[in-house]
């Protein structure tokens, strides 16, 4: 008996706020058979990361597996581009001698 190849898919993280589990949406491209437009197709799949190194934003590789919990059929594989991360700009610091409000009035 031959073995099936497991499938696999390519996707971005689009949620990690459950533990062990994340959320990747996978796109394809599909065309209309008769009228020949194309259309993007988005499918969400709760993927389980058992060491949590995945972050919103990431590309990952997610591979079929067993039955893991109600939803979960599939599983991270690796993490192929990580996100990137948002730094926002500090605070620019106000010196209390030159506030607008008092002084020359």
Known sequence: MAWKKTKTRVGLVVS???QKTVV???EAVKRH???RKTTRLTRKY?????EQRCQIGDQVKIAETRPLSKE????VVEVLVQGK???LPEEE??????????GSG
Not at 46 to 50: L, T
Not at 72 to 75: E, F, G, Q, T, V
């Open 16 to 18: 990690n706020k459950m």
């Open 33 to 35: 058979p008769l009228y």
């Open 85 to 87: 991360k948002v730094v």
């Open 46 to 50: 709760k993927v389980h990361d058992e």
């Open 72 to 75: 979960k059929r599939w599983r």
């Open 24 to 26: 990747v949406a996978v």
């Open 93 to 102: 610091k106000v010196d209390s001698n030159l506030h607008p409000t008092e």
